[in-house]
């Protein structure tokens, strides 16, 4: 369509010669980046300024459809600051019905707006920002890709044959170079999605335990696809409550309000509130949620509680059966492209694949999610010895039975005491918790029992003491040996007879209390010593039950710590890489006199230490690192002393390992045997020196790679 296109002038030879240069200069540029450096992006920016340039207008723009068929004009050039910008302005016109007015496959030319007869013309021009106006249809295999305009936004320009001639050839290339752009692009981020699709497939088989797994998976897709966090959720049986599996922060993410609603509400969520997520559920489809499209209750709810503007939940599916939900949610508002959900959907369906070949994992897993909502419990452990604590927990849970927990200061003597209590009928009814220990005697009593108004010097108030706070429930009285005997005679009473009187009282008041004690040091050497009642303790010890120490139950260990490295990951907002081997082994083969409340102090301090980073040996605490320094050290005088003295010497492996680091741990140790002579080490290995060489360089390059990464 051409509108007042008066009788035009030619161009100048000169003229003529610049342009037809400036084409060529266009052509060799995308010619010489498309094979190896292309960016579409940078490609459409390219093509917008040039040509600006080339045709001396006051703005060159890219038009392109939206997904709701307007346009927008998505790249810009201008020759100065002061000419108006229209980046991202929308012309709300339907491209369909725009193109009943004017032929979009043909240039559209307007040489003065301001005299354009067409209503439609000026509100274009309006739109646009312009007094004089090109467009010219990018067009590829006779479908409009795109437009190219040219604006003169003060004057009127006479757009002449020979220019739009001009700049319809460069179109075409244009289009061919779009096109190949695009198809590369795609290539590339198909690409992309492959091989991160099968780093996370790699991450899933590296690893027995599917929680372990499943954080690590996480961790690795909230970068993949840049999310601010990610959460991945198990159904329950009856399929209507969906248990928190794994929540991780995107690096350099603060924690938001999503964990303070989990640390107040627990990781369970009724499905029935939200039928979208149990439509994605049913029907296995991808939901997205943008800020814009949503209802003003959700949308708030979504921006003040979840700091989400965009989302993207996808069904976690094993053996065609609904099994949970992976989501992401980014602060920022984005439009998600079929390549955003396809990774998604990818990473939902490598996660259903990898539990489908191990069912096992995923009932576990899905078992656990409803254990931990019944138990409320924090503990993490599979040795025989913590297992047995946990079973006779549970035994002894729904009886009204007094139980003592015995077991040194930090192995999680409370954890049992949570365990017992929230499974025993009297969950919803008052826990009271009281330290024996860090009351002065002189006060336990009266904490224990309450006292009267006046009863003794401060008494100004009537007080009712624990056991009546606990009234219907349960108290749980840790380190008991440190009562004092007048306390433990009331102790007894309360525990034979229900009732007990208030320091100063006359009056008997009765209470139905399950009493839970817990001491740290051995009550039967205290009864010998007659520190303790011996009718108390018999009382007490009707169902004993011993928390073992961390030094007895080493199997545990890699468990806690990396329970311990994701908890402190999440509360201090610190990215950790993980752990060496090295550091792993020190914190194993530490003697740990403080239990597992040593082990969390020690990965808390680690994780500070370390941020950014795996943690290293040195991040340990010096009690742990020493340790294992001085073992070291050991290891190699006795080496050398099994050479001087002609022996030979074993060294320990920690398997599983890779054949790699075997080889390693070998060739140092021989190099400990002979005192660092080589050419002896060389002919014990039965390799030549060069080869020996060869390796140490690979040894010591690696461990400058670690350093250089901060891996180390």
């Not at 007659?530 to 007490?540: A, G, I, P």
Request: hydrophobic content about 40%; charged content about 30%.
């Amino acid at each position: 369509m051409k509108i007042e296109l008066d009788s035009p002038q030619s161009l100048s030879l000169e003229r003529k010669i610049k342009m037809h240069e400036a084409r060529e200069a266009i052509i060799d540029r995308l010619a010489q980046d498309l094979p190896t450096n292309i960016e579409l992006e940078r490609f459409l920016r390219v093509v917008v300024s040039e040509i600006g340039r080339m045709m001396q207008a006051d703005r060159c723009d890219l038009i392109q459809l939206t997904e709701d068929n307007e346009l927008q004009i998505s790249h810009e050039w201008r020759a100065d600051d002061d000419i108006p910008s229209s980046e991202g302005t929308r012309i709300p016109v339907n491209a369909e019905k725009l193109s009943e007015h004017f032929d979009l496959t043909k240039p559209i030319v307007v040489n003065d707006t301001s005299k354009a007869k067409d209503p439609k013309v000026r509100m274009l021009a309006k739109a646009l920002e312009t007094r004089s106006l090109l467009v010219l249809p990018i067009v590829l295999n006779k479908k409009v890709i795109g437009l190219l305009g040219l604006h003169d936004t003060n004057d009127p320009r006479e757009w002449l044959h020979e220019e739009i001639a001009f700049l319809e050839s460069i179109a075409s290339q244009l289009a061919i170079g779009y096109q190949y752009t695009s198809l590369y692009v795609n290539q590339e981020r198909e690409s992309k999605r492959t091989n991160a699709l099968l780093e996370i497939a790699n991450t899933l088989n590296s690893h027995s335990d599917f929680k372990i797994v499943s954080e690590r998976v996480l961790e690795r897709a909230v970068e993949l696809v840049a999310s601010d966090y990610g959460a991945l959720g198990v159904l329950d049986q009856s399929e209507k409550k969906i248990s928190l599996q794994s929540f991780k922060m995107n690096q350099g993410k603060e924690p938001n309000k999503v964990l303070k609603m989990i640390e107040e509400h627990g990781p369970a969520l009724d499905l029935e509130p939200f039928p979208a997520l149990a439509d994605i559920l049913k029907e296995g489809k991808t939901l997205r949620l943008l800020d814009g499209e949503l209802p003003l209750p959700i949308k708030l709810i979504f921006n003040s509680q979840f700091g989400g503007k965009a989302a993207l939940v996808a069904p976690v599916r094993v053996g065609g059966q609904a099994f949970g939900l992976l989501g992401f949610v980014w602060s920022e508002l984005i439009e998600f492209d079929d390549h955003d959900v396809a990774l998604v959907e990818g990473i939902a369906d490598q996660i259903g694949t990898a539990l489908e070949r191990d069912k096992l994992s995923a009932e576990i897993m899905r078992l656990k999610s409803e254990l931990d909502e019944k138990n409320k419990s924090e503990i993490i452990g599979q040795a025989p010895n913590v297992s047995r604590a946990i079973e006779l927990a549970l035994n002894v849970a729904d009886t009204n039975t007094t139980v003592l927990i015995q077991g040194e200061s930090g192995t999680g003597k409370e954890l049992i005491a949570n365990l017992i209590h929230y499974n025993s009928g009297r969950e919803t009814n008052p826990y009271v918790k009281i330290n024996c220990g860090a009351i002065p005697e002189t006060l336990l009593e009266s904490e224990l029992f309450g006292h009267e108004k006046g009863a003794f010097t401060d008494a100004r108030a009537t007080r009712k003491g624990r056991f009546e706070e606990a009234d219907g429930g349960t108290l749980f009285l840790d380190e008991i040996g440190e009562m004092s005997m007048p306390a433990q005679v009331k102790l007894l009473r309360v525990l034979q007879e229900g009732e007990f009187m208030r320091i100063g009282g006359s009056e008997t008041i009765k209470v139905d209390v399950r009493v839970l004690a817990a001491s740290n040091i051995d009550l039967e050497k205290a009864v010998d010593d007659e520190r303790f009642r011996k009718d108390l303790y018999y009382r007490l010890s009707v169902f004993p039950i011993v928390v073992p120490p961390l030094r007895e139950r080493r199997e545990d260990i890699h468990l806690l710590v990396f329970h311990f490295l994701e908890l402190y990951k999440e509360k201090s907002g610190r990215f950790v890489s993980g752990i060496s081997k090295e550091a792993l082994r020190a914190l194993v083969n530490y003697e740990w006199s403080g239990n597992v409340r040593e082990l969390e102090n020690a990965i808390e301090r680690a994780v500070i230490i370390a941020s950014g980073r795996q943690i290293e040996l040195e991040d340990l605490p010096s009690a742990i690192s020493g340790k294992a320094f001085e073992m070291d050290a050991r290891a190699k005088e006795e080496r050398a002393r099994a050479a001087s003295e002609g022996r030979s010497i074993g060294i320990e492996l920690e398997l599983p390992a890779a054949m790699n680091e075997v080889e390693e741990a070998v060739i140092k140790a021989t190099l400990d045997y002979t005192d660092g002579d080589k050419s002896r080490a060389s002919r014990l290995l039965h390799i030549g020196r060069k080869t020996l060489y060869r390796k140490l360089g690979q040894y010591d390059e690696k461990k400058k790679t670690k350093a250089a990464n901060g891996d180390g």
